[in-house]
């Protein structure tokens, strides 16, 4: 291979791992920002604070007598604090002793029981949290649909009957009455499945009888990063005509032929609009579906999938949602992702589903640059639920994770002391080697999984 055919290839591969460590240092410094300043608020100092490690490129000391760094590996970073050996938060047995009964306090192996678990439970916390708040700003970002139901951007679609307007009021389709949005759940499905349909709408002052095309048409709204669709090319605002020759006519028609695909290649005739507005085009792709595991309400089901969403083809009349609405559906998509991952990891411990559902560093890196790649909202959105992946397996009890720091406090506060030194150098060694283990495999799965 010559040096300029790999050119493309090393840019995609810069590309993603600028994103992947974009998105990490961002989830490491609010993690690590949380064990701080939680610290600092329980008279707890931290001596330095540092994203990523290896020979610091940059450093300086607050007023406070921490030094804030910037250092050459940027795959993770930790506070240390006063009497701390290492970056793990081991004592630092003679620095320990040096130290007066104030200064002690100021430790964090000399604070009070509830400061240490507070300080160390913080992290998963902020991680949490940011997830939380980026999600309800992405919300409030793009609106929510507001009743009545009213066209407000119409989507272009292939040549057809389209006689719909922006602002036009949909009072029924094919017949049947427009439900308040937060009834519609079952409404589309219940609709005749055809190219076009009646629509009944309010236009201004009058009631008119309009055609337009089926409202769940093949048009995909979203392309997965990692999937076939996007290995393909395959675009948001695609068309997608037919599967092997049979025309689509529905969004479900196209879920039904990948489903009944068994895996093989499929042949989709694509149709893309023009983004100067002049039409379109149409051209031949050959992807093959992934088998896929999804999360569900009783665990997981396993299904073909090419990995792109659907929408309505308009875009509803929106409002912006008030703040608790926001944080609401925050707090409901970062519980959805702690237990769709608890569960995934159950049921690929029981052997339900396949242990390629857990990917390392590669496959972390690839979703990044694909995300990035799909622009800023896909980006932060990735980086919310990348970030409620980091404060859950930090919460698992393994030593050195702040999980097994929570169990020792546990111990401590049910017995009175805590582990002892001994004790404690070998449950920290065992836990390095668990989570080695985990990074082996993790990568492993990078390397032979599709």
């Known amino acids: 291979m010559d040096l300029i055919s790999f050119l493309p290839s090393f840019g995609n591969v810069a590309y993603a791992l600028g994103a992947f460590v974009v998105a990490l240092s961002i989830i490491v410094a609010v993690h690590e920002y949380g064990h701080y300043i939680v610290g600092r608020w329980s008279g707890i100092h931290a001596e330095v604070f540092s994203l990523g490690f290896g020979p610091v490129l940059y450093s300086r000391h607050d007023k406070r007598g921490t030094r804030w760094q910037i250092a050459a590996l940027p795959l993770g970073g930790y506070v240390k604090f006063l009497g701390d050996a290492d970056a793990a938060s081991g ?72 006689e719909l307007r922006p602002g036009d009021e949909i009072l029924a389709i094919a017949g049947s009455p427009t439900p308040e949005l937060a009834r519609m759940d079952g409404y589309i499905e219940s609709l005749p499945v055809a190219p076009e349909l009646d629509y009944r709408v309010r236009r201004g002052d009058e009631e008119l009888t309009l055609r337009a095309p089926y409202p769940y048409p093949p048009l995909v709204a979203g392309v997965t990063p990692q999937s076939a669709a996007m290995a393909a090319d395959i675009e948001a605002g695609d068309v997608i005509l037919s599967i092997d020759g049979t025309p689509l006519a529905s969004f479900e028609d196209l879920r039904q032929k990948v489903a009944q695909s068994d895996g093989a290649p499929l042949a989709l005739t694509i149709w893309r609009p023009d983004p100067a507005g002049g039409g379109g085009t149409q051209h031949e792709v050959t992807l093959t579906p992934r088998r896929m595991d999804l999360p569900t309400q009783d665990g997981f089901e396993t299904r073909w999938l090419i990995g792109i969403t659907g929408g309505l083809f308009f875009e509803p009349a929106a409002e912006t949602p008030g703040p608790l609405a926001a944080l609401g559906y925050g707090a409901e998509q970062t519980y959805f992702i702690v237990k769709s991952s608890l569960s995934g990891l159950y049921h690929m411990a029981a052997g339900a589903i396949s242990t390629c559902n857990l990917r390392g560093p590669i496959g972390i890196a690839e979703t990044s640059g694909a995300a990035a790649s799909q622009g800023w909202t896909s980006f932060i959105w990735f980086i919310a639920v990348l970030s409620t992946a980091v404060g859950l397996m930090n919460l698992f009890p393994i030593p050195v994770l702040d999980g097994g720091h929570l169990v020792f406090h546990a111990w401590e506060a049910v017995t009175g002391r805590p582990p002892s030194d001994g004790a404690l150098r070998i449950l920290m060694t065992i836990g390095l080697g668990l989570l080695g283990l985990l990074m082996v495999f993790a990568l492993t799965n990078d390397l032979r999984c599709p």
């Open 91 to 162: 004592k630092d047995g003679a620095a320990l002793d040096s130290l007066d009964m104030e200064e002690r306090r100021r430790s964090m192996h000399g604070a009070p029981l509830w400061a240490r678990a507070a300080t160390v439970a913080a992290g998963p916390v902020f991680n949490f949290i940011l997830s939380l708040l980026v999600f309800a700003a992405i919300l409030g970002f793009r609106g929510v649909a507001s009743d009545p139901l009213t066209v407000d951007r119409l989507m272009p679609l292939p040549a057809g009957l389209q």
